[in-house]
């Protein structure tokens, strides 16, 4: 049983307890936290278990383990719990996760901008594009490019894939950025894929189909008007093969634009059908000019495919492709 005369101990005690534990808090992340327990989290909450953690940076089990009880003593908290043969991240640790994964991304950023502003990386880059690829994709990777690499020049240009290839056939581009995998163009030809999105059928709000419930079947694809890729580029040679598969031919007189202002404009007015990334549908859908139809989206189209020669890479283009595909990986993240 307490008497008043034992109440001031106790809460002196408490807040004792509490003083402890912010200053050690404080000490923790002025002066204890280490890059590496970061890594070691990071990993530690992707694999979830000690021995594939160890594995992973290539030592023992109970160095791992030595690490994680240096980072739960000088915070005063666990970060972790066992569960079976798994460790689990307590609310603590998962914090220190989300936070340390940004950190360390922020960290090989600044890493390759130092590495690549070291290295001194000059000369010109010349890069094509189809205009479906999203802009905000080029613009990004322009920019971590030419900060990467103030002393290099850049040179861009947007036209169909199979003129981009030609292009780079006649060694006047080095990296082509396409919808289409094209096989057996030429032997020095390498290509990746970056990401992928779907191609999604859109159609103007003001067009028969455009109402938020109108119903839509492949059928009603017969009878419309198209905004298509140029005639012979793999991009129409792959819509009109799907359409096909869903017996819908390309019979009335069509658009052929490789102008994406162009085909927008003309789809605001109500008058056709035709294909978008759905990044880009979805930015007109918002501001209630288009609606994506409900069919199937295109998916062969979806991919953003790097081409390069092999033969005539440069450090510039090098560095330009690993902005890409830095670029691209962001794109995808706020999608």
């Not at 008043?4 to 912010?22: K, N, R």
């Not at 205009?131 to 490019?145: G, K, M, S, W, Y």
């Not at 581009?173 to 020095?188: I, K």
């Not at 189909?209 to 005639?231: E, F, K």
Request: aromatic share 6%.
């Amino acid at each position: 049983m307490f008497d008043g005369s034992t109440v001031p101990a106790i809460v002196f005690t408490v807040l004792s307890a509490m003083t402890m534990t912010d200053n050690s808090i404080e000490r923790f992340f002025r002066s204890g936290l280490k890059l590496g327990h970061l890594r070691i989290l990071v990993t530690l909450g992707e694999l979830r278990q000690v021995t594939r953690v160890a594995a992973a940076f290539h030592v023992t089990q109970p160095a791992i383990s030595k690490q994680i009880a240096e980072i739960e003593e000088a915070l005063g908290a666990p970060v972790v719990r066992r569960v079976g043969n798994a460790v689990e991240l307590t609310g603590i640790g998962r914090v220190l996760v989300e936070r340390g994964r940004e950190i360390l991304r922020q960290i090989e950023l600044a890493r390759r901008d130092v590495s690549a502003l070291t290295a001194g990386t000059a000369g010109h880059v010349r890069f094509g594009a189809v205009v479906t690829i999203p802009q905000p994709l080029i613009a990004h990777a322009v920019e971590l490019f030419t900060r990467r690499a103030p002393n290099a020049s850049f040179s861009f240009v947007e036209a169909t894939l199979d003129r981009l290839l030609k292009m780079m056939d006649e060694g006047n581009l080095d990296l082509a950025l396409g919808r289409n995998r094209v096989a057996g163009h030429m032997p020095e030809m390498r290509h990746e894929s970056l990401h992928h999105e779907p191609f999604v059928f859109v159609v103007g709000t003001r067009h028969p189909l455009g109402g938020p419930d109108a119903a839509v079947s492949w059928g009603d694809l017969q009878t419309v008007r198209w905004i298509t890729p140029m005639r012979g580029s793999p991009a129409f040679t792959t819509m009109a093969e799907i359409l096909a598969e869903h017996g819908v031919t390309l019979q009335r007189p069509v658009i052929e634009s490789s102008s994406l202002a162009l085909n927008l404009s003309l789809l605001r007015g109500g008058e056709f059908v035709s294909i978008l990334p759905l990044s880009l549908a979805r930015r007109y859908v918002q501001r209630g000019t288009m609606r994506v139809l409900p069919l199937p989206p295109l998916a062969p189209l979806g991919e953003a495919i790097l081409y390069w020669r092999e033969d005539t890479t440069t450090p510039a283009a090098q560095l330009f492709a690993a902005c890409l595909r830095e670029s691209s990986a962001e794109l995808i993240d706020a999608n």
